[in-house]
């Protein structure tokens, strides 16, 4: 088991930056494949990032690409997604996520989530 807290959340104008945390409690935080999840009011749950254990693969949805990075430092039991260039339609609640196995990019996959942080972005 594993719990998970996102913070870093906040409303912010488009064009900038922000810098999502997503801390897990226990010791076994590097065996899980984590991932970056959002929801906009309205409509469904949609991934936008995902690690390995190692960090060594990671992978993103096309419309943040080349705009968001997804990293994790293991020996903090903490992942982050920088997001910059921030546009409003990312404008969203956003959801740390963990699972067992191999890193997906389907919600159904993941077994364990955070809260939420919302992040709204200003045009």
């Known amino acids: 088991q594993v719990q998970l807290v996102e913070s870093g959340g906040g409303l912010v104008q488009g064009g900038g930056s922000l810098r999502l945390s997503c801390a897990a409690s226990?010791?076994?935080?590097?065996?899980?494949?984590m991932g970056w999840f959002r929801q906009a009011p309205g409509k469904e749950r949609e991934f936008v990032a995902a690690?390995?254990?190692?960090?060594?693969?990671?992978s993103y949805t096309d419309s943040v690409k080349g705009r968001f990075t997804i990293s994790r430092d293991n020996a903090k039991n903490t992942m982050y997604l920088q997001m910059n260039s921030l546009k409003p339609e990312d404008t969203a609640v956003y959801f740390c996520?963990?699972?067992?196995?191999?890193?997906?990019?389907?919600?159904?996959?993941?077994?364990?989530w955070g809260q939420g942080t919302q992040v709204t972005v200003s045009s």
């Open positions: 996520a963990a699972r067992i196995g191999y890193t997906g990019t389907y919600s159904r996959d993941y077994s364990f």
């Open positions: 226990g010791r076994t935080f590097s065996t899980y494949p």
């Open positions: 690690i390995s254990r190692n960090a060594g693969s990671t």
